[in-house]
Structure formats: C-alpha cells, structure tokens
C-alpha cells in the first residue's frame, strides 16, 4: 500500500472518530438541555457514539442514559428509562462510568446530585426486581467512594431528606465501609470535626436514629473516652443514649417501633399515611419536618 493511501485512510478513521466524539457529546448535550425522550431515545440508538473500532457495543445503554439523566436532573427521561427498561437501566455501566461491579452507582449518583425525585424513583423500582434485594446497601466503588453505601454518602453530605427516603426503602444504618464506619460514624465524624452546619448535622442524625433500635457504631470507644467534649458535642441526654448509659426517650422509641412497621416498598405514601400530626413525621423531600427526637 502506497504512503498516500495510508495517510487517506488514517484521515479517514480521524474524521470518523472526530465524527462519533461530537455525535456522543450532541447526546450529553440533549440530556443536559431536557430534550423530549423520544428525541432522546432516538439519539441513544444510533450506532455512532463508541468511536473504539473494535467496540461490540455502538450505543449508550439503558444504565448509561441513566446516569446522565441523574446528573442533569431530566426527571421524565429518569421516568422512562426506569419504566421500561427496569433491569437494564439499574445495571452496571461500562468501566468508564464505574469499575466496580458490587456498587449501585445510579443511586450514589442521585445522593450525590441531590436529585430527591429520582432517587424515590429508583427505589420504587428497585423493589420490584428480586435480583435488587440488597441494591440499597451496595458499597461505593472502593476507588474513590471507600466502599460507602449511598447512606454513608448521604450522611456526608448532609441529605437529610435521602437519608429517609434511603433508611424508609430498607437502607441498613449498619452498614460498614472498607474501613469499618457506619453512617452513625459518618456522622459523629462531621459534627466533631466542625461545627459548620449543626443544624444539618444534627437532623441528619436525628433521622438515623429514628431508624436505628440497635446502636452499633465504630466511635463508641472515642465517645467513651472523652465524655465531656462529648456531651457537649452531642448534649448530655443524647450522648449517654449513644454509649448506653440512658434509654431512649419514649418518643423516639415509639417512632422506631411505629418506622419499622411500615414496609420498604410502600415507603413514603406508608409515612404520608400514619394517623399522627405531620409535625411528629419525619416526612421525606419536600415536607420533610425539622423533628428533634432528644
């Protein structure tokens, strides 16, 4: 083959791959600019975006639209994916989305965006597959999450509101990172470290115990053995409930008996339904109620 015609056919596979690279960013773009579905349905199907010439795969998945409607909060997008493609859109991308194949990406992703409406949608759907049982509690990619559940990242980041909607849909408040800390140690953690945001801090946990009848925790040796700086972080009452020196008040263990009544897969309509006073609910997204339990 002559020098000219490899130059041609290396401009060529150039031109192509420009070609494919702008097409896969015209696809972001659409997501990003809340694109009608069938537009973007449209778009996700044309064979053009994987510019590898050796990819079995030419188009984005089900999973991969996914994370990009989380990301952009296009909730109708979110909505159809998760209606008609259950499976496919709740399972793990390709390595360059996540590398990890243990995690729930999806999920730690609308914890992460503070996309509230689809993460309910999410668990909602997540309930209906019997492959998903443990899907709330899926460690993050141990690459750059540590192996936390969406429920630690929550508590990192202070989502008050997915940290019910979680624990509502079956979230274990036990569960533990590569490092042995639960989301209870997520938090203790950020209130020790700083009192920027007490507020937050204090709702978030708050919220966790609600959903937590058993006290397990990491930190409990480090509350133990600084019980001044402790209890004035905490207060006296809660602090001596965290280490077991004091019972609960009646009033949390009354919501922790009433909250494990309600099942997972009603939560929050079964929440929206218990005939107490709004004011005592620890109501999810937009009603959620600045309830103090101590």
Known sequence: MSTSATNNGR?????KCKQRKYQSFLFYQAVRDLKPV???EDMRTMET??????????????????????????QAYAQ?????????????????FCCCPSSAPHLAMAVRYDRRDILGLILQEAHRL??????????????MEDGKTPLHLACELLR????????????SPQAEDQNG??????????????????????????NLLMFMPEIRFKMK??????????SKVLGEDKFKYLVGQKPAPLFLMAMQTILRQLPPEQFPDSLDELPIPSSLKPLPCKQLGQLKVF
């Open 130 to 143: 019997p492959s998903l049982r443990s899907y709330m509690n899926r460690g993050g990619c141990f690459h």
């Open 11 to 15: 401009l060529h596979t150039d031109e």
């Open 49 to 74: 975006f994987y510019w590898e010439e050796d990819a079995s795969q030419r188009s984005y998945t089900p999973s991969e639209a996914l994370l990009y409607a989380i990301v952009h909060d296009h």
């Open 221 to 230: 040796s480090a509350l133990e053995g600084d019980p001044v700086c402790w």
């Open 80 to 96: 159809y994916l998760l209606s008609h493609y259950t499976d496919e859109a709740l399972a793990m991308p390709g390595e360059r």
């Open 160 to 171: 008050s509101e997915s940290v019910i909607l979680l624990l509502g849909n079956g979230a």
């Open 38 to 40: 069938w537009m973007l």
């Open 181 to 206: 800390m639960t989301p209870l140690d997520v938090i203790l953690e950020q209130l020790w470290d700083s009192k920027v945001n007490i507020g937050p801090k204090k709702l978030c946990l708050d």
